[in-house]
């Protein structure tokens, strides 16, 4: 039987987005099978707060900057107290010092780094060592974020292809009032709902565009979207400019909102970029019937017309429509649905969490 691993965990954002419930959902996994777990983290971060939470213990690490001397040391520190077998930097913020940290220590933890994003990486001098010689090995969460990396000159032999998974138990509603009430929605309207960042690349204006022309097709219908970022102030100015207030509801950070799901009668994405999109695992596997843009790794998740509906990236009359149609056809909703709870059995985070074990055992040995 092989001996227990000793993994600290690295991630330097302040918020909660999928990146960080997939490194606390791995924690969790490789504690179950008796592996030691640390993370570290910002001890102001939502990570902090929901690792302890979760019974974690977790290091507090002064973030500054990537090229921060002393961060590095401070981070070196810890690892020579700590001893970990795989240092596991989970954001771009925290690969860099945890890439230079590790060679600091004696004997040097094995370092994983993971690119969750397919953006190309940035060409001056620093950032291109940070992924293609800082880690061991850098872990590409869909094919697609592995093509982008190949494409970057990253070398074959250092990506492993490990998708991200979701817990398949259906989770329990938030608390508070059910999504139709959170959406204002008149009795017999449908409700859409969207959960992503409000970040850039979530591409929030084209999701506009597509309630905005669904109203005339759908006039009952109302729009929910349940997300935290910097944008949330603009978009609702956005809303209101358009007249779509009584519409489309940006409701903020809602915790648990995957468990809003089951109320859903579509579930919408309008990424213009996307590394995989794990919202659209969660929908899949509450049997929602999805239409989101071709964006990123999306494809490798829905296939058209089988799993669900896609429409061109920033396309927001074509997303309408795929929207409308899975509204108005209710048999093809349910038949897409059905397919995708079968295809999303291949995003078991127990898989993930499998193949990243087995990682760490192959850079170890």
Same mark, same amino acid.
């Given at each position: 039987?092989?001996?227990?691993?000793s993994v600290?965990?690295?991630?330097?954002?302040?918020?909660?987005a999928?990146? +960080?419930n997939?490194?606390?959902?791995?924690?969790?996994?490789l504690?179950?099978?008796?592996?030691? +777990?640390?993370?570290?983290?910002?001890?102001?971060?939502?990570?902090?707060r929901?690792a302890?939470?979760?019974?974690?213990?977790?290091? /507090?690490?002064?973030?500054? /900057?990537?090229?921060?001397?002393r961060?590095?040391?401070s &981070?070196?520190?810890q690892?020579?107290?700590?001893?970990?077998?795989?240092?596991?930097?989970?954001?771009s913020?925290?690969?860099?010092?945890?890439?230079?940290?590790?060679?600091?220590?004696?004997p =040097?933890?094995?370092?994983?780094?993971?690119?969750?994003v397919?953006?190309p990486? =940035?060409?001056?001098a620093l950032? =291109?060592w940070?992924?293609?010689?800082?880690p061991?090995?850098?872990?590409?969460?869909?094919?697609?974020?592995?093509?982008?990396l190949?494409?970057?000159g990253?070398?074959?032999?250092?990506i492993a292809?490990?998708?991200?998974?979701?817990?398949?138990?259906?989770?329990?509603?938030?608390?508070?009032?059910g999504?139709?009430?959170?959406?204002?929605?008149p009795?017999?309207?449908?409700v859409?709902?969207?959960?992503?960042?409000l970040?850039?690349?979530?591409?929030?204006?084209?999701?506009?565009?597509?309630?905005s022309?669904?109203?005339?097709?759908?006039?009952m219908?109302r729009?929910?979207?349940?997300g935290?970022?910097?944008?949330l102030?603009?978009?609702r100015?956005?809303?209101e400019?358009?007249?779509?207030?009584?519409?489309?509801?940006?409701?903020g950070?809602v915790?648990?909102?995957?468990?809003?799901?089951? +109320?859903?009668?579509?579930?919408?994405?309008?990424?213009k970029?996307? /590394?995989l999109?794990?919202?659209?695992?969660?929908a899949?596997?509450?049997g929602v019937p999805v239409?989101?843009?071709?964006a990123?790794?999306?494809p490798?998740?829905?296939?058209?017309?089988v799993?669900? &509906?896609?429409?061109?990236?920033g396309?927001?009359?074509?997303?309408?429509?795929?929207?409308d =149609?899975?509204?108005?056809?209710?048999?093809?909703?349910?038949?897409?649905?059905?397919?995708?709870?079968?295809?999303?059995?291949?995003?078991?985070?127990?898989?993930?969490?499998?193949?990243?074990?087995?990682?760490?055992?192959?850079?170890?040995?």
């Amino acid at each position: 039987m092989s001996p227990p691993l000793s993994v600290v965990h690295c991630d330097f954002r302040l918020g909660w987005a999928g990146g +960080q419930n997939q490194l606390l959902l791995l924690a969790s996994g490789l504690a179950r099978r008796g592996h030691r +777990q640390r993370i570290l983290t910002r001890p102001e971060s939502e990570l902090a707060r929901r690792a302890r939470e979760a019974g974690f213990l977790v290091l /507090g690490h002064p973030y500054r /900057g990537e090229v921060d001397p002393r961060g590095y040391w401070s &981070l070196r520190r810890q690892l020579a107290r700590h001893r970990p077998d795989v240092v596991h930097a989970h954001d771009s913020h925290s690969l860099m010092p945890a890439a230079v940290a590790a060679r600091l220590v004696r004997p =040097r933890p094995a370092v994983v780094g993971h690119r969750r994003v397919d953006f190309p990486i =940035r060409g001056h001098a620093l950032s =291109r060592w940070k992924y293609s010689r800082g880690p061991d090995r850098l872990v590409a969460i869909s094919e697609n974020v592995r093509r982008v990396l190949l494409g970057d000159g990253i070398a074959a032999d250092r990506i492993a292809l490990i998708p991200s998974g979701i817990d398949l138990e259906t989770p329990p509603p938030p608390e508070g009032p059910g999504l139709r009430r959170r959406a204002e929605a008149p009795a017999g309207a449908a409700v859409v709902l969207t959960i992503a960042s409000l970040a850039d690349y979530k591409d929030h204006p084209t999701l506009i565009e597509a309630a905005s022309r669904l109203k005339a097709r759908e006039p009952m219908t109302r729009w929910a979207v349940c997300g935290a970022g910097g944008l949330l102030e603009p978009i609702r100015r956005e809303v209101e400019r358009r007249g779509l207030s009584g519409r489309i509801r940006y409701l903020g950070n809602v915790p648990g909102a995957r468990g809003l799901l089951p +109320q859903a009668d579509v579930f919408c994405l309008s990424s213009k970029t996307e /590394g995989l999109g794990t919202s659209v695992l969660d929908a899949m596997a509450a049997g929602v019937p999805v239409a989101a843009t071709a964006a990123g790794g999306i494809p490798e998740m829905i296939e058209h017309e089988v799993t669900g &509906l896609l429409a061109p990236v920033g396309d927001g009359a074509a997303l309408a429509a795929a929207v409308d =149609r899975l509204l108005d056809d209710r048999p093809l909703a349910r038949r897409l649905a059905d397919a995708a709870l079968d295809r999303v059995r291949d995003f078991d985070i127990e898989r993930t969490i499998e193949r990243t074990e087995a990682l760490y055992r192959e850079l170890v040995a």
